[in-house]
């Protein structure tokens, strides 16, 4: 059975940083592109960031570009968000989801977690 756990979220002041972590278990991790998404209170769910098998490749949605990075430790099954210059507007509980092949930024992954809570205080 597929699991992936998300943690380090919390709350934070505008302009500080997070550093939001998913381990995954049950699947074979190299075969899996993987994906952040969020979803604030009253807003359907966005694509944040993805990140390819290989590791190199990445993609982010405009609103957070330059100030979030996406990364993938293959040894520990684990895919992390650095969350720097955060705003009030990120506030939001943040989704980690796997795919498997190709990277997406949209729709269509095989697995999610259950979340992590961000808020972010102005």
């Known amino acids: 059975q597929v699991h992936l756990v998300e943690s380090g979220g919390g709350l934070v002041q505008a302009g500080g940083s997070l550093r939001l972590s998913c381990a995954a278990s049950?699947?074979?991790?190299?075969?899996?592109?993987m994906g952040w998404f969020r979803q604030a209170p009253g807003k359907e769910r966005e694509f944040v960031a993805a990140?390819?098998?290989?590791?190199?490749?990445?993609s982010y949605a405009a609103s957070v570009k330059g100030r979030v990075t996406i990364s993938r430790d293959s040894a520990k099954n684990t895919v992390y968000l650095q969350m720097n210059s955060l705003k009030p507007a990120d506030t939001a509980v943040y989704y980690c989801?796997?795919?498997?092949?190709?990277?997406?930024?949209?729709?269509?992954?095989?697995?999610w977690g259950q979340g992590t809570q961000v808020t972010v205080s102005s």
């Open positions: 990140i390819a098998r290989n590791s190199i490749t990445t």
């Open positions: 989801a796997a795919v498997r092949g190709a990277m997406r930024i949209g729709g269509g992954y095989d697995y």
């Open positions: 049950g699947l074979t991790f190299s075969n899996y592109a």
